[in-house]
């Protein structure tokens, strides 16, 4: 089945312990992305990657690294989460990074840092 | 400059009335897409739309461009409550940037 994975689903950590959000993608996609979504700011880009070790700052990217060493791998690097990085956050891919495709969307990762 | 406005925020309808929502833009879109969030869940394509003026339909759903392509709208025809969630309209920013309007949640009373 073609689809986005995300893990974990759920999080709970503490300020300043590092974490990773691992997204994978089935579809040999080229353009994948992550997102975070927070109550009134709706989806908020915070890196994206047009193809492998070519990743770009979205709009968001502050506390944030990425990787793309592999194509069907995307993982979200927070090296030390402060309490303002909880929210829910997505992963997604598409065919290519053109704006022509669709965005196929992990089911999200709900992260609290305490 | 970049941004897209999504009106309404919110919008409460009875089942069977109709529902719509807007996308605007400042500058004109190249084209633009068109998600759907159920509650709890996950952004779901819904539709592209590319040319100036251009209308599509899907059932009950009906997603316009309009003619200087600077705004869309995507209109319910005879809600239900399966339609429940948030609509968001992007657009494609800069450098491959994608820009998510804020979204319109719709709720439907049974």
């Given at each position: 089945?073609?689809?986005?994975?995300?893990?974990?689903r759920?999080?709970?950590?503490?300020?300043?312990?590092?974490?990773?959000?691992?997204?994978?993608?089935?579809?040999?996609?080229?353009?994948?992305?992550?997102?975070?979504?927070?109550?009134?700011?709706?989806?908020?880009?915070i890196?994206?990657?047009?193809?492998?070790?070519?990743?770009d700052?979205?709009d968001?990217?502050?506390?944030?690294?990425?990787?793309?060493?592999?194509?069907?791998n995307f993982?979200?690097?927070?090296?030390?989460?402060?309490?303002?990085?909880?929210?829910?956050?997505?992963?997604?891919?598409?065919?290519?990074?053109?704006?022509?495709?669709?965005?196929?969307?992990?089911?999200?990762?709900?992260?609290?840092?305490? | 400059?970049?941004q897209?406005?999504?009106?309404?925020?919110?919008?409460?309808?009875?089942?069977?009335?109709?529902?719509?929502?807007?996308?605007?833009?400042?500058?004109?879109?190249?084209?633009?897409?068109?998600?759907?969030?159920?509650?709890?869940?996950?952004?779901?394509?819904?539709?592209?739309?590319?040319?100036?003026?251009?209308?599509?339909?899907?059932?009950?759903?009906?997603?316009?461009?309009?003619?200087?392509?600077?705004?869309?709208?995507?209109?319910?025809?005879?809600?239900?409550?399966?339609?429940?969630?948030?609509?968001?309209?992007?657009?494609?920013?800069?450098?491959?940037k994608l820009?998510?309007g804020l979204?319109?949640?719709?709720a439907?009373?049974?």
């Amino acid at each position: 089945e073609a689809q986005v994975t995300q893990n974990p689903r759920y999080l709970i950590t503490v300020t300043g312990k590092k974490l990773t959000v691992t997204c994978s993608q089935n579809m040999n996609h080229e353009y994948m992305s992550w997102y975070r979504q927070d109550p009134g700011l709706g989806l908020r880009q915070i890196y994206y990657s047009m193809n492998v070790e070519v990743t770009d700052k979205g709009d968001v990217p502050e506390g944030y690294k990425v990787s793309r060493k592999e194509k069907r791998n995307f993982p979200l690097i927070l090296e030390s989460p402060s309490p303002n990085q909880t929210s829910l956050y997505f992963c997604a891919s598409s065919l290519r990074a053109s704006f022509n495709n669709e965005q196929f969307f992990g089911p999200g990762t709900r992260l609290t840092v305490l | 400059g970049q941004q897209v406005m999504q009106i309404p925020q919110y919008q409460h309808v009875q089942e069977g009335e109709d529902f719509t929502t807007y996308c605007n833009s400042s500058t004109t879109l190249s084209n633009i897409q068109w998600y759907k969030q159920r509650p709890g869940g996950h952004p779901v394509f819904l539709i592209q739309l590319v040319k100036s003026g251009e209308v599509k339909k899907q059932k009950r759903l009906t997603f316009q461009f309009g003619e200087a392509k600077k705004n869309s709208s995507l209109h319910i025809t005879a809600t239900q409550t399966t339609d429940v969630g948030t609509y968001f309209c992007i657009r494609a920013g800069n450098n491959r940037k994608l820009i998510w309007g804020l979204g319109t949640s719709l709720a439907v009373n049974p």
